[in-house]
């Protein structure tokens, strides 16, 4: 596996992976159980990660609004996290998008809901104050 072609060679040969391997080996040795990184594991790697995002986004195209619109759009990918169980680790990294507006009726919404839930409670407790 050491002969392989990682980069983009003067006569012209095609690459083995798309991703650039140096951001990779930044991200793998990010975790600190990771000391040092082989060549080839490095390269597999990126390999594996080229052919996930790949069927990914296939996945998504064919399960999503894409093949009508001949595109893939990040609500797509975002349905995709959520309704597939394949994809479900996903689903936080892909958020459907929420408008701000909406966000926030909604977070008032909750505000609202938690101010009388602690409002019933405090009623209780001095109700049952007032009985002792």
Do not use: W
Not at 58 to 83: P, V
Not at 85 to 110: C, G, H, N, R, V
């Amino acid at each position: 596996m050491a002969d392989v072609v990682v980069g983009k060679e003067k006569c012209g040969e095609q690459r083995l992976v798309s991703l650039p391997l140096s951001r990779i080996r930044v991200i793998m040795k990010s975790s600190p159980e990771v000391s040092s990184i082989n060549q080839e594991a490095l390269v597999l790697t990126a390999k594996a990660t080229e052919l996930f995002v790949q069927y990914l986004a296939t996945y998504s195209y064919r399960h999503g609004s894409g093949k009508e619109k001949k595109a893939l759009t990040y609500s797509d990918l975002s349905d995709t996290a959520e309704e597939s169980e394949t994809f479900q680790f996903l689903a936080d990294i892909l958020p459907k998008k929420i408008l701000a507006s909406k966000y926030l009726k909604t977070l008032k919404e909750k505000r609202e809901e938690e101010e009388e839930e602690e409002n019933d409670n405090n009623d209780e407790t001095d109700d049952d104050e007032a009985e002792s």
